[in-house]
């Protein structure tokens, strides 16, 4: 974990910023461009919360999608599920990438902790429209520390290791390079919320 951390942070700060520099909390609006590019990333890797291999080492997989939350707070804004067609590669990682790529997707749900708050201004909360950033039920905590406990369990040679380091940097230009992609989608804004 302390290596995924590590190795991550930099793109991690670059992506904090590149979202935070779009203001998602100014308006419902902008807010709703962000749900939008959570959207289009959650599509994009939802094949990781499917994987029966990936089961097998993360307790609860399933479980941890947070997509039903994110069309629920479609609905609960009234705007229109988007077009699923944003990006034509088909997500592709081996098995030991792939955590890498969980981890990334996992640890986003510890910054949502303080986007939630910011949501709240807006009058959204874990029952309307900002159900995405909300917890799981078990508390924050402990889900990102049974995922924890999950990863530094597994047994991994050096080139496991290394490809499991090179799917979170994958992830992280993906995520960074799809904040251009989903926000120039920017004057359909008008056609997505309705
Ligand atoms: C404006 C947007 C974001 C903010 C303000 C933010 C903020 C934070 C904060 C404060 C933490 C540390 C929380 C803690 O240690 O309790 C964190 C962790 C993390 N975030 Fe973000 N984040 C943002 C977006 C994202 C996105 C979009 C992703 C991935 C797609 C992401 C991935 C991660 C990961 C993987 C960690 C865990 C780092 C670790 O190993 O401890 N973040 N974020």
New binding site residues.
């Given amino acids: ?1 302390s290596k ?2 590590a190795s ?1 942070s930099a793109v ?1 700060d670059q ?2 910023k590149k ?2 520099d779009r203001s ?1 909390f100014a308006s419902k609006e902008h807010y709703g461009l962000f749900l939008r590019y959570q959207y289009h ?1 959650m599509n994009y890797v939802a094949s990781l919360y499917q994987g029966d291999q990936l089961a097998s080492m993360i307790n609860n997989l399933k479980s941890r999608d947070r997509t039903e939350h994110l069309l629920a707070d479609f609905k609960d804004l009234d705007m229109i599920q988007p077009n699923q067609a944003m990006s034509n590669a088909q997500f592709s990682a081996s098995l030991h990438e792939s955590l890498g790529w969980l ?6 749900k ?2 949502a ?3 939630a708050k910011e949501a709240e201004k807006l009058g959204l909360n874990s029952e309307f429209g900002a159900r995405f950033l909300a917890g799981s039920g078990a508390g924050r905590g402990s889900h990102w520390r049974q995922f924890m406990q999950d990863i530094e369990a597994l047994t991994l040679d050096e080139q496991q290791e290394q490809e499991m380091l090179n799917g979170a940097q994958a ?2 230009k993906f ?1 960074n390079q799809l904040v251009e992609l989903s926000y120039n989608q920017a004057p359909n804004l008008t056609a997505d919320v309705a």
């Fill in positions: 974990m995924l951390r991550t991690h992506l904090d979202i935070m998602p990333l981890y990334v997707v996992e640890g986003s510890l910054g902790a303080v986007l992830a992280f995520a």
